[in-house]
């Protein structure tokens, strides 16, 4: 899976990266992607578009989803699930992070409320798939 620059673009980047100083390219070099983390990246993309797909055409899957994760909380405790506290109802969505502007899944207490709680990592990815296939968490 080989990968080649058009004609051109390998002498204009190099061109750049001696006009930029070490520590301005090494960031350049942090934001770029290789394939491998762009197969991963694609691939959680889908899986949260699917769970997205799932919880609108089948609120039984919302449903199921936050049964799954009340039931988290009681084993757990809150504050391994959650990246916040939350008490009561609430309502599950997928939604932009606005420092990465990735998706990601979280909670929000129901009623009027703009607080909007991040599901831990380890628990979103466990979330997203379990229900992202439309099996309703079975």
């Given at each position: 899976?080989?990968?080649?620059?058009?004609?051109?673009?390998?002498?204009?980047?190099?061109?750049?990266?001696?006009?930029?100083?070490?520590?301005?390219?090494?960031?350049?070099?942090?934001?770029?992607?290789?394939?491998?983390?762009?197969?991963?990246?694609?691939?959680?993309?889908?899986?949260?578009?699917?769970?997205?797909?799932?919880?609108?055409?089948?609120?039984?899957?919302?449903?199921?989803?936050?049964?799954?994760?009340?039931?988290?909380?009681?084993?757990?405790?809150?504050?391994?699930?959650?990246?916040?506290?939350?008490?009561?109802?609430?309502?599950?969505?997928?939604?932009?992070?606005?420092?990465?502007h990735e998706d990601?899944?979280?909670?929000?207490?129901?009623?009027?409320?703009?607080?909007?709680?991040v599901i831990k990592?380890?628990?979103?990815?466990?979330?997203?798939?379990?229900?992202?296939?439309?099996?309703?968490?079975?």
């Amino acid at each position: 899976m080989a990968f080649e620059l058009p004609p051109g673009l390998r002498e204009r980047m190099k061109k750049a990266k001696k006009k930029m100083s070490p520590a301005a390219y090494e960031k350049l070099r942090e934001r770029v992607k290789g394939p491998e983390d762009l197969e991963k990246e694609l691939g959680h993309m889908e899986h949260l578009a699917n769970l997205q797909f799932n919880m609108e055409s089948e609120p039984r899957v919302k449903e199921k989803l936050k049964e799954k994760i009340k039931e988290d909380i009681e084993s757990a405790g809150v504050e391994e699930v959650l990246e916040g506290n939350i008490e009561g109802d609430f309502d599950v969505s997928i939604e932009e992070n606005p420092d990465t502007h990735e998706d990601q899944l979280v909670v929000a207490p129901e009623g009027n409320v703009s607080e909007k709680i991040v599901i831990k990592p380890a628990y979103s990815e466990q979330y997203i798939a379990q229900f992202s296939n439309g099996s309703e968490g079975s």
